[in-house]
């Protein structure tokens, strides 16, 4: 699975953020709190549909706001997928997929595969095992979503 554009529109620090990428590699560098990691975390909400930094959705909405939309384009196993996510705190997101709107926002689980490892996952290797048996069953989820639990 390959990104291949990202749109953010008041998601986070971003009022618009509109990014091509091209296939093998992004490096992202910029000075501390430029939004490197928000661009990450807006990837990360759209396989996951929940944030690695925060429990709560109102922080992904840019400060005065009612709405982040995260628009993504993939290239999966030679086909276009085109992912469109509404955050909208205290009511129920919603979700296109191929511009489809998706009727239960947890069918869009497994359509977009992503692996993050952030700093605070240095624990998989120094803490106890419990947080090692979590990061596996996510991984697990992200490489076979319909298996069952």
């Known amino acids: 699975m390959q990104l291949t554009a990202l749109d953010l529109t008041d998601f986070r620090s971003y009022r618009r953020l509109t990014l091509p990428f091209q296939p093998g590699i992004t490096v992202m560098v910029g000075k501390n709190g430029q939004g490197k990691t928000n661009v990450v975390e807006a990837v990360w909400y759209l396989a996951t549909l929940s944030s690695h930094r925060v429990p709560h959705d109102a922080a992904l909405v840019h400060r005065g706001e009612s709405t982040a939309i995260v628009r ?3 290239v999966r196993a030679g086909r276009a997928l085109q992912v469109d996510l509404e955050i909208t705190p205290g009511k129920s997101n919603r979700a296109r997929l191929q511009g489809q709107n998706v009727s239960r926002l947890r ?3 497994g359509e977009v595969r992503a692996v993050l490892f952030a700093p605070e996952d240095l624990g998989l ?4 095992p419990d947080g090692r048996r979590r990061f596996l069953d996510e991984l697990l989820f992200v490489i076979a979503p319909a298996m069952p639990r």
Do not use: G, H, T
């Open 72 to 74: 993504a384009s993939f």
């Open 107 to 109: 069918d869009l689980l």
């Open 125 to 128: 290797i120094k803490a106890d």
